[in-house]
C-alpha cells in the first residue's frame, strides 16, 4: 500500500468508527429523541427503525456526496430533504411489502425519518463536503451507532416491560413485568440510565 493510498484509509476507518462510540448519535450527541423514545418498547421495533434510519443515512449520504459539485448553495438544504425524503420513501414501501406488520406498528415514525436531525444534519456537516468513500463511511458509522443504541434501549424496555426477547418468553409465569417500560415513561427512565452508564464509563476511562 503506498503513502497516499494509506492515509485515505485510515480516515475513512477513523469516520467509521467515530459514529459507532465518540460521536454516538444517540449516546454522546443526544439527537433524534423522537424515535429513541417512541418505538424502543421492543427489540424488534428497535431493529427495523434502526436499520432503516441506517439504510437512509448511507443512501442520503451517498447521493448527496456525488452530487455535492452539482448541488447549488441557494437550494442546498432544499436538495438534500428531497434526496432524503425519496429514500425514506422507498424504505417507507419496502417495510410495508416485507414485513407489513412492523410497519403498521411503527406508523409514523417511518416517515418521520424524514426530518431526523441526524440524517440531514449528517448531510450538510459532512456527505455535502466530502468524498463519496468518506460520506459512506461516516454515514454506515453513525448509522450503527444508532442502531446499536436503539437496540441497548429496546432490549432492556422489553426484557423488563414484557419478560420476552425478540417476542420469546424468557422467564416463567411467576415474572410480574414493569409495564412502565413498555410505556413511554420507561424510555426515559431507560435512555437517563444508559446515559449516565456511559458518561461515567466515559469520564473512568479518562481519569
Same mark, same amino acid.
Given at each position: 500500500?503506498?503513502?497516499?493510498?494509506?492515509?485515505?484509509?485510515?480516515?475513512?476507518?477513523?469516520?467509521?468508527?467515530?459514529?459507532?462510540?465518540?460521536?454516538?448519535?444517540i449516546f454522546v450527541m443526544v /439527537? *433524534?429523541?423522537?424515535?429513541?423514545? #417512541?418505538?424502543? $418498547?421492543?427489540?424488534?421495533?428497535?431493529? +427495523?427503525?434502526?436499520?432503516?434510519?441506517?439504510?437512509?443515512?448511507?443512501?442520503?449520504?451517498?447521493?448527496?456526496?456525488s452530487l455535492r459539485k452539482f448541488?447549488?448553495?441557494?437550494?442546498?438544504?432544499?436538495?438534500?430533504?428531497?434526496?432524503?425524503?425519496?429514500?425514506?420513501?422507498?424504505?417507507?414501501?419496502?417495510?410495508?411489502?416485507?414485513?407489513?406488520?412492523?410497519?403498521?406498528?411503527?406508523?409514523?415514525f417511518i416517515a418521520l425519518i424524514?426530518?431526523?436531525?441526524?440524517? /440531514? *444534519?449528517?448531510?450538510?456537516?459532512? #456527505?455535502?463536503? $466530502?468524498?463519496?468513500?468518506?460520506?459512506? +463511511?461516516?454515514?454506515?458509522?453513525?448509522?450503527?451507532?444508532?442502531?446499536?443504541?436503539?437496540?441497548?434501549?429496546?432490549?432492556?424496555?422489553?426484557?423488563?416491560?414484557?419478560?420476552?426477547?425478540?417476542?420469546?418468553?424468557?422467564?416463567?409465569?411467576?415474572?410480574?413485568?414493569?409495564?412502565?417500560?413498555?410505556?413511554?415513561?420507561?424510555?426515559?427512565?431507560?435512555?437517563?440510565?444508559?446515559?449516565?452508564?456511559?458518561?461515567?464509563?466515559?469520564?473512568?476511562?479518562?481519569?
Open positions: 500500500m503506498n503513502q497516499t493510498t494509506e492515509p485515505i484509509t485510515n480516515r475513512t476507518a477513523e469516520e467509521f468508527m467515530k459514529g459507532l462510540w465518540k460521536e454516538n448519535p /439527537l *433524534g429523541m423522537c424515535p429513541t423514545l #417512541a418505538v424502543t $418498547n421492543t427489540a424488534i421495533n428497535s431493529l +427495523a427503525m434502526g436499520l432503516a434510519t441506517a439504510v437512509v443515512l448511507v443512501l442520503s449520504s451517498l447521493l448527496v456526496s448541488i447549488p448553495d441557494q437550494v442546498r438544504i432544499t436538495s438534500y430533504i428531497v434526496i432524503i425524503a425519496t429514500m425514506v420513501t422507498v424504505i417507507d414501501f419496502a417495510l410495508a411489502a416485507i414485513v407489513p406488520k412492523i410497519h403498521k406498528e411503527l406508523g409514523a424524514v426530518v431526523n436531525c441526524i440524517i /440531514l *444534519g449528517r448531510q450538510e456537516a459532512f #456527505a455535502g463536503k $466530502n468524498p463519496v468513500k468518506l460520506a459512506v +463511511a461516516d454515514a454506515m458509522g453513525m448509522g450503527v451507532g444508532f442502531l446499536f443504541a436503539l437496540m441497548c434501549i429496546g432490549v432492556i424496555r422489553e426484557i423488563l416491560g414484557s419478560g420476552s426477547l425478540f417476542g420469546v418468553q424468557l422467564f416463567g409465569s411467576k415474572f410480574e413485568p414493569w409495564v412502565v417500560m413498555v410505556l413511554p415513561p420507561g424510555g426515559f427512565f431507560t435512555l437517563g440510565f444508559l446515559l449516565l452508564f456511559f458518561n461515567w464509563r466515559k469520564q473512568r476511562k479518562g481519569s
